[in-house]
């Protein structure tokens, strides 16, 4: 028996226009109003905004999310279930949604708390560098103060982040074929965001969580949980801690999984385990029409 996981992707996934085909399908159009009433702004008019609204923080996780789940929602009704669960950054909250630890609007709030946090986060930065050696890059993060590996997604690309100081200095002292500085508001999944994070768990604590339906393999521990206890512990650590997704990745074929559907939109989870695991069946599903009939 072939064994699925369904894997969610985060910032960077988005794209103007996405989730317009969703209107069609009058429970989508219902969930995009119930998120209205949550946000007081409408999801659909931001993701077709040309001014590319959809790409500010404040806007991006909860579009992101609010499509995920939608999409996520539509393959079970065609009888469609996963495994194992996992998302990567914001994507780890449309696999809880998923996994049934909480419902969409609880989700929803979090998610909308989480954005405004890192919107506001000004200090520090982020930069990925592709093609790297990775004894190299560990020790000198390790001889770095201020700089951390933010997200490992596999062995050749990762993403780092603290105080632009650090960060700079990192990037000049490693060699590698590519070294990008990203366009976000803050040093995301690293130390500076401990205040954001200290603020979040307010929110996130007044939250009941329950058991996961399916294993959840969570950002900063790749080890499959359903206990809802562990699973919020693991959240409320995950704005300072690493994206460990090149472990995830790898704990799939572990896990005896063959096949990984990536829900959302774009191929970006996809093409980063296509080079951590090549032998996994990697599909997606980032429209109405890659939905099985």
Not at 86 to 111: I, N, P, Q
Not at 141 to 156: E, K, M, R, S, W
Not at 266 to 276: D, E, F, N, Q, S
């Given at each position: 028996?072939?064994?699925t ?9 988005q ?65 469609q ?8 950054s ?10 049934g ?34 004894d ?16 490992d ?12 100081e ?10 590698s ?18 205040d ?27 080890i ?45 989870l ?17 429209s ?6």
């Amino acid at each position: 028996m072939v064994k699925t996981a369904w894997v969610f992707p985060g910032q960077g996934s988005q794209a103007i226009g996405m989730g317009s085909d969703l209107l069609e399908i009058p429970a989508a159009k219902t969930r995009f109003d119930q998120a209205e009433q949550i946000l007081g702004w409408s999801v659909v008019e931001i993701c077709q905004n040309p001014d590319d609204k959809v790409s500010q923080t404040l806007y991006t996780q909860p579009c992101l999310y609010v499509i995920e789940t939608i999409l996520a929602d539509l393959l079970k009704e065609k009888g469609q279930h996963p495994d194992y669960v996992a998302g990567h950054s914001l994507g780890e909250y449309s696999a809880l949604y998923t996994a049934g630890v909480f419902d969409f609007e609880s989700g929803l709030r979090l998610m909308q708390k989480r954005a405004q946090l890192m919107d506001g986060a000004s200090d520090g930065m982020m930069a990925a560098l592709l093609g790297f050696d990775r004894d190299q890059l560990e020790s000198v993060l390790a001889q770095t103060p201020g700089a951390v590996l933010a997200n490992d997604n596999n062995a050749g690309q990762v993403v780092i982040s603290g105080t632009p100081e650090a960060v700079e200095s990192v990037m000049s002292q490693v060699k590698s074929k590519r070294a990008v500085k990203l366009n976000v508001s803050g040093a995301f999944h690293s130390p500076l965001m401990a205040d954001a994070a200290s603020q979040f768990q307010t929110v996130l604590d007044a939250v009941q969580f329950k058991a996961a339906d399916v294993p959840v393999l969570s950002n900063v521990d790749p080890i499959p949980s359903r206990n809802a206890g562990e699973l919020k512990n693991r959240l409320s650590r995950q704005m300072t801690g690493s994206v460990r997704w090149r472990e995830i990745s790898l704990k799939f074929p572990e896990e005896s999984i063959d096949r990984v559907i990536e829900v959302g939109p774009g191929k970006v989870l996809t093409g980063i385990i296509k080079r951590t695991c090549p032998d996994l069946v990697l599909e997606n599903v980032s429209s109405v029409a890659d939905i099985p009939t």
